[in-house]
């Protein structure tokens, strides 16, 4: 079992930056595939960084790509997610997951999940 645990969440304006953090507990010792997915209101649960075992490979929406950054620290078991630029359509509840097999784009790849972290971004 691995419990994931985000922060960093808040109501920022259109422009500023955010760095939202994903801390895994439990069975750290197993290495994990990790992902940040978010979640608009009325709208589906969406990928939006996916990042490798060794932090050698990431993907991204591309809504993202060149604003957001995806990273891990294997010693602290936590994960990053540096956003920049931020839009209003950037608001939603941000999701850490994680699983063994893949780096997945999709919700059904991921086995553990957060319980959110909401962004607001608004002038």
């Known amino acids: 079992q691995v419990q994931l645990v985000e922060s960093g969440g808040e109501l920022v304006q259109p422009g500023d930056s955010l760095r939202l953090s994903c801390a895994a507990s439990g069975r750290t010792s197993i290495p994990f595939y990790m992902a940040w997915f978010r979640q608009a209101p009325g709208k589906e649960r969406e990928f939006v960084a996916s990042?490798?075992?060794?932090?050698?490979?990431?993907a991204y929406i591309d809504s993202v790509k060149g604003r957001f950054t995806i990273s891990r620290d294997r010693a602290r078991n936590t994960v990053y997610l540096q956003m920049n630029s931020l839009k209003p359509g950037d608001t939603a509840i941000y999701y850490c997951?994680?699983?063994?097999?893949?780096?997945?784009?999709?919700?059904?790849?991921?086995?553990?999940w957060g319980q959110g972290t909401q962004v607001t971004v608004s002038s």
């Open positions: 997951a994680a699983n063994t097999n893949r780096q997945g784009i999709y919700t059904n790849d991921y086995n553990y």
């Open positions: 990042i490798s075992l060794t932090g050698g490979s990431t």
